[in-house]
């Protein structure tokens, strides 16, 4: 199972709109450069977990969601950081990824939708997101992600 990279977003402080970037670097057990969970500034950051380093979500499911209900969820109002195309994100559960060339990322949890982000946003996703909200995981090795990178199982 392989996938791509097809969106890098980032948000130097909570609630703040997420960047488009064309590149990312992750620092093992950190997070992503510059980002406000790397900071320790996000909106879980009072309760710190390893699992809010870097979150995915699949681009197919923004498709789903649009085709289902016609609400335009846009990758960058998902508020995930790496969005993907052409893998199963869920299948990766309990499992180490690579990123890029070199990067690893430990899955530990699917993310679970909630009402914030639908606060931040404005629009009613949180049901349509259940059970397909994308990853949250742990940087184990750093490295450069950039757009187009392929996403895959380390065996």
């Not at 982000?117 to 996703?125: C, N, S």
Request: proline residues 2%; neutral net charge.
């Amino acid at each position: 199972m392989t996938g791509r990279v097809c969106g890098i977003y980032t948000a130097e402080v909570a609630a703040q709109e997420m960047m488009e970037g064309q590149e990312c670097r992750l620092l093992a057990n950190v997070g992503i450069e510059g980002d406000r969970y790397a900071k320790r500034i996000g909106r879980w950051s009072d309760r710190p977990k390893t699992e809010h380093q870097i979150s995915f979500i699949e681009l197919e499911v923004l498709h789903q969601i649009y085709d289902e209900t016609g609400v335009v969820l846009t990758p960058r109002e998902s508020r995930r950081n790496i969005i993907t195309y052409g893998v199963r994100l869920n299948d990766f559960l309990g499992q180490t990824i690579r990123v890029g060339e070199n990067a690893l990322v430990y899955v530990e949890k699917l993310n679970h939708p909630c009402k914030y982000l639908e606060r931040l946003i404005d629009k009613q996703v949180m049901t349509s997101l259940l059970g397909r909200s994308g990853l949250n995981c742990q940087v184990i090795s750093g490295g450069i992600v950039r757009l187009g990178d392929r996403i895959e199982r380390v065996l």
